[in-house]
């Protein structure tokens, strides 16, 4: 059985996200998502794990969990075999490849896998989402209902 970790901080969780998810879970027997805490997020860790639970629940080999620390670590202690990752344009390929170098030369038994993001969610970020939604935009699209609450009581004045 192999076990994945798609780890980051989801803040908040978007369709490219999801889709990554759903096209990885297809792949491995079971997703793990690892959901970083960060002092700066605009979500608190728990709320992004509730959200995440939440938009994820269809896919029934995928659990949430949470990290501190290094991913490679977090991997090891939930037992995955892969690092999942979402690539958008060569700029997240430049920062990923020397991610995976680092995470190879701490962990080699664990191997870093890249899906490409969808062509019509190319575009999207958590960080414009939340940029968007501070400024009052629809952001729907992006996001499930879900979220899109969640966002709406985080800037309730727009």
């Known amino acids: 059985m192999t076990t994945a970790m798609y780890a980051g901080t989801f803040d908040p969780i978007t369709h490219g996200h999801v889709d990554i998810v759903e096209r990885a879970a297809k792949i491995y027997d079971e997703i793990v998502v690892s959901i970083a805490h960060s002092r700066s997020a605009l979500f608190s860790t728990k709320e992004r794990v509730d959200l995440a639970q939440r938009v994820l629940e269809g896919i029934p080999n995928v659990t949430v969990t949470t990290?501190?620390?290094l991913t490679v670590d977090a991997?090891?202690?939930k037992g995955a075999q892969v690092l999942v990752r979402g690539l958008r344009a060569i700029?997240?390929?430049t920062y990923e490849f020397d991610m995976a170098l680092?995470?190879?030369k701490m962990a080699p038994e664990i191997e870093s896998?890249?899906?490409m993001t969808s062509l019509d969610l190319l575009y999207v970020s958590a960080s414009?989402?939340?940029e968007l939604s501070s400024f009052g935009r629809d952001v729907g699209d992006l996001v499930d209902p879900i979220v899109t609450a969640a966002l709406s009581e985080k800037f309730?004045?727009?």
């Open 128 to 130: 414009r989402v939340r």
């Open 113 to 115: 896998a890249f899906l």
């Open 75 to 77: 991997a090891r202690e």
């Open 67 to 69: 990290h501190s620390g």
């Open 91 to 93: 700029t997240d390929f």
């Open 102 to 104: 680092m995470n190879r």
């Open 156 to 158: 309730p004045e727009n």
